[in-house]
């Protein structure tokens, strides 16, 4: 059987390219956002919108560099969808009384679950180790204060 050679340069149409280039507008809109804030609140949205601008510098360069793995976009697309669902339920979780660690653990789930981890087990291990560092970092270390539940017994 003949075997087809492509002629696509490295990044054309790649997803990654414009993931990246997604991430980097994102970042810069938030980084603009946060130098808006007063001196207490800024520093740690804008470290967070420098880091995604980073990253998607980054994904963006590799993927034109031909350093990636290249995948066609309807591949990823499938999971897009289902991924905004699923963060779309997390953020309203959270605004509407439901605490950080249940939503968390939930979308953490899904989102294993979408990336292809399928056994229960191993999923909930790595979205418990996910929402249990995060809550750690973000109330330990950094001092966040996180939604309130509007059940006690849910952090």
Same mark, same amino acid.
């Given at each position: 059987?003949?075997?087809?050679?492509? /002629?696509?340069?490295?990044?054309?149409?790649?997803?990654?390219?414009?993931?990246?280039? &997604?991430?980097?507008?994102?970042? #810069?809109?938030?980084?603009?956002?946060?130098?808006?804030?007063?001196?207490?609140?800024?520093?740690?949205?804008?470290?967070?919108?420098?880091?995604? !601008?980073? @990253?998607?510098? &980054?994904?963006?360069?590799?993927?034109?560099?031909?350093?990636? /793995?290249?995948?066609?976009? *309807?591949?990823?697309?499938?999971? $897009?969808?289902?991924?905004?669902?699923?963060?779309?339920?997390?953020? @309203?979780? $959270?605004?509407?009384?439901?605490?950080?660690?249940?939503? *968390?653990?939930?979308? /953490?789930?899904?989102? !294993?679950?979408?990336?292809?981890?399928? #056994?229960?087990?191993?999923?909930?291990?790595?979205?418990?180790? &996910? *929402? #249990?560092?995060?809550?750690?970092?973000?109330?330990?270390?950094?001092?966040?204060? @996180?939604?309130?539940?509007?059940?006690?017994? $849910?952090?």
């Amino acid at each position: 059987m003949p075997q087809i050679i492509s /002629e696509k340069r490295p990044g054309q149409c790649s997803s990654d390219v414009w993931i990246g280039l &997604v991430l980097l507008a994102v970042g #810069g809109a938030a980084a603009w956002m946060a130098s808006g804030f007063d001196d207490a609140s800024r520093p740690y949205p804008l470290a967070l919108s420098v880091l995604m !601008m980073l @990253l998607g510098a &980054v994904l963006a360069a590799r993927a034109v560099l031909g350093g990636g /793995e290249d995948q066609s976009f *309807t591949q990823q697309a499938r999971i $897009l969808l289902p991924a905004a669902v699923v963060l779309a339920l997390w953020i @309203l979780a $959270l605004s509407n009384g439901l605490g950080y660690v249940v939503p *968390t653990f939930a979308m /953490e789930f899904a989102f !294993m679950w979408l990336c292809g981890i399928r #056994g229960p087990g191993r999923a909930a291990l790595y979205a418990g180790l &996910v *929402t #249990g560092g995060s809550y750690a970092i973000f109330v330990g270390l950094l001092d966040v204060r @996180l939604p309130a539940s509007h059940l006690p017994w $849910l952090f």
